[in-house]
């Protein structure tokens, strides 16, 4: 037999191994790109699922792919940085550069073992970078994993103003912890310096959402995609001179979490040098997605407030009075900081506001965080993900009994966050639990044009609220802080006495009831003062002194009818009825 | 046309297109708006109460309206409280975030571990995070549960 004749078998023989291999192992090809072979996980009771679940990925996938595509347009027109100075600056288009790349990593979903989730998946511009999906808003919370459909416990928070938290820090003069990202702040920003950077690093290796289970996977698929080079050119040239083992691409093609990988974070082998190199441009792909949410494209402060600020634009009646409120009666400034100045002696009687506005870019956040009170979500997806998926992966082996302590997890580095970086905070832990942080308002009634509110009847785009979707609306969101404590009852979600409403006037048990902020829970405020809060609130939406870039993307359908007090009852289970058909399931 | 023209309408053309608005005057993404604490108020008064806000058979929230003590944001209302008005041994704190634009600060204390149909005897306080207090003269008011 020729030398040739052998080579051709051999190659042959090898393709057909390989194609035997990627069948029954269920590894994903690079073509699969719209499919996971894997089994689906599939925990849940009837009813958890929303029944629209996969073509509304299919939906945002899409979506993706066109925002993806414009993306690469924007790239191309901009003209190449004249390379200067010593350090080397990368003059004249240096700053877009870095920000375009940012954005071409954030809407790519070949970083993904299943090449189906990219960060944008759960973080659409229409929703302000929030979730966009209103039936999972609606139901299970948490957006299904590349490999469906695992899924996290949270909602996915806007990345608008992100950027404004600073490192986590605790301050002894105030008392108080300030900055970082995500609810539980446990990106803390001390590597990065930049929080949201940080932020950055966590879904694409966690289990429940992008899943590749080491964080060199996400520098082998930067090493594919269409934009390596413009990683190069701000990067360096030697971003991807790295020697990848055989097996880096059928590793990178199984969601981490996997038995097979033992508990390891990085199961590439990879000399400690390449190691390095691919950790360094972890970093990067953190300063970048940083460059990104701080960008005009995601952060622009071009709401109608921000008008009203510069005396461009007249608050309506309403406006005006949901402002005087928001600063007032409502006491909502006390922690979501509208940028006025202290008074320097007040004289006003009653809680009148007695500032001046000092700040031209308020953020409308204390950069710290509270503990709301907010009744456990039972619908939320995490409570039923106590069985291994069939690559021995179990998301929740607590079940129900998983308690969400927020900063209070972060600090002790417990199950459902991550390692506390910094041992002196640990002693806060106890006075933390339950702490969530504290949102930006602005950008919180973003919704896609042709559903132009959040509010039922609409039409209106379903949207989810704190870090566990029980809120549906900002009516409901006003009417709880408004009236927490006044119609409080020591019952589940779904079990409300007969005669009440829950969400109206009945407020299941929060499900941490210690280190509750009592500044919120009987506010005294009327049915037309929370609808006038409301209101202000949505003058802090961007796009209004200019367009909000890709704001049109949303290619799904509005929701209409009913009334935002009670939006989203139609999905409550009773917790109780949960439980046995877990049981039973 | 020559190039140096192409390439200015080119940088003009993705100016625009990226730096849509002008650019606005930003804080860096890196410089925390950390508001220091307000001074301390020279002595705090009462407004309005201590009274009940709520109760039921095992808690109750006494609420009471005072001036703005100022000092860290982050405040805590404290109740003295116990079934014997010379006996007030227990405490009760909540969390409030002062309004640093506010004259009058509404104190909100949530109390818990209390038995049914029993009269409590109280006073209240407020305090810094630090635990300084505010050193509040508050009468001695009661409530009884459920």
Known sequence: MTRVRLTRISVVVFCVVALCMSVTGGKASAQNATSSPEPIYNPYPPGILPSDLPSELARVLREVDSVEAEAITQWHAIPPPVVTGNPPILQNTGVPLVEILGKLMNYDRTISPNENRACASCHMPYAGFSGPIPSVNLTMIAYPASAPYRAGKRTAQRYTYSSYFPPLQYNATQGLFFGGNFWDSRATGYLTRAPDGEQSQFPPVDPNEMANPDTACVTYKLSLAPYRSLFEEIYGAGSFAITWPANVASICATPGGAAEFGGSATPVDLSPGDRTVSDNDYLHWAQSMSAFEHSLSVSPFTSKFDAFLAGKYKLTANESAGYDLFKGKGNCNSCHLDGRSTAPAPTAPTAVDTGVAADVTPVFTCFGSANLGLPKNPRDSFYYETSPDFLGFTPNPAGFTYTDLGLGTFLRSGYGSSGNPNSSWTQFAPTSDGQMQTSTVRDVAMVPPQCPTTEAPGPYFQKEFFHNGYIKSLKQLVHFYNTRDVYRMEVESGECPAGTVEKVNCWPAAEVPQNQDMTVGNLGLTDLEENQIVKFMETLTDGFTAPFPDINTYTGTCMSGGNASTQGNSTIISAVKLRELMKQH | ?146
């Open chain 2, 1 to 146: 046309m020559n190039k140096v023209h192409v390439k200015l309408l080119m940088m003009a053309a993705v100016g625009s297109l990226l730096f849509s608005n002008s650019i606005v005057a930003q804080d860096s993404a890196y410089s925390p708006k950390i508001l220091p604490p307000a001074p301390r108020a020279v002595r705090v008064r009462i407004m309005q109460g201590p009274e009940l806000e709520l109760a039921n058979d095992k808690s109750a929230i006494i609420r009471w309206t005072s001036s703005n003590p100022g000092g860290t944001d982050e405040h805590f209302g404290v109740v003295h409280y116990g079934t014997k008005p010379m006996e007030l041994s227990d405490t009760a704190k909540s969390h409030i975030r002062l309004n640093q634009n506010h004259s009058y600060t509404v104190f909100r204390v949530r109390v818990e571990g209390l038995s049914p149909q029993t009269t409590y005897y109280y006073t209240v306080d407020s305090m810094g995070a630090n635990g300084t207090s505010d050193g509040v003269r508050s009468p001695i008011k009661h409530f009884s549960t459920r």
